[in-house]
């Protein structure tokens, strides 16, 4: 019986075993020596196990600069994903009608998420570039035609991190149409047609039967878009490198650990991010899974 339960699994568990010995130790093994690290006071080239407890996380909550940088990363992260949804499901619903070519705006509305956050960031500095000795370039040569212009990420106030998440939504809105229109696509022509049988018009159809049908899609790129902004670090740093006003915790993180050596101090900001990382993701994969076994 024991010969015949491992050849049904024992295959498959050979054939995965290297992914999960490599898995367990280059992610789950850094992870947990990331959070060693974070309870010492390793600071400098030369490494420290001097365990001083949650002294290093106590000091982060206390600092201004970190209170900032959450404050716009939230920012950051709420015009980021409204933005990208706000963006991919218009292109979505407007591919799912039926465009000419449709083949070919998919792939020019999905091109942006194949260029790197470095190369968009270095576009999108030039396009939101507001320096007048520079002359006027970008967006802002279009704006000085009705009388505007804009400091974009060089604003003082909120605005600053608020462009910085422009690009990161534009960059993302291919993936979200895709989801969408995959998602559109799945749905049975039948229920659209019942529902205008009915007496339902086309955006009745819409709210009643297609959009509870594109909760699950919702929900996943919810918890992508979110995990994706918490870590976000290439993009602000080649758009507007050591700049508090846009300066997030994961930028904050390499300038403590690699520019002022603080090794200690930057591990707790990562673990931070993780574990924020994991209240996005961990309900998401708890919920789906509940739901896939009371189906």
Known sequence: MRRRKFRSWGPALLLVA????????????????????SLTDWKGLTPSDTYVGLA?????????????????????????????????????????????????????????????????GIVWRWLLN?????????????????????????????????????????ALSGYVMAL?????????????????VDGATERQVYWSVVRPMLTPVLMSALV?????SLKTFDLIYAIAPLDARTETPALYMWL???RGGFFARGAAIATLLFLAIALVVVPYIWYTSRKERTR
């Open 256 to 258: 403590t650990s690699f």
């Open 224 to 228: 992508i878009l979110a995990h994706i």
């Open 18 to 37: 290297p992914s999960l010995a490599l898995i367990g130790v280059f992610v789950y093994g850094f992870i947990g020596w990331n959070a060693k690290v």
């Open 56 to 120: 290093n996380y106590r000091e982060l909550f206390a600092d201004q600069t970190f209170r900032n940088d959450a404050r716009n990363l939230l920012v950051f992260t709420v015009v980021f994903i409204g933005g990208a949804l706000a963006m991919g499901i218009v292109l979505a619903l407007l591919l799912d009608k039926g465009a000419r070519g449709e083949s070919v705006w998919r792939g020019v509305f999905l091109f942006p998420m194949a260029i790197s956050f470095i190369a968009t």
């Open 180 to 196: 969408f229109l995959a998602g559109l696509r799945g749905i049975p022509e039948e229920l659209r047609e019942a529902a205008r």
């Open 130 to 170: 507001s320096d007048p000795g520079a002359g006027t370039t970008g967006l802002n040569t279009f704006l000085d035609w009705f009388g505007l212009h804009s400091d974009w990420h060089k604003s003082p106030s909120a605005g600053a991190i608020t462009a910085i998440a422009l690009p990161a939504g534009w």
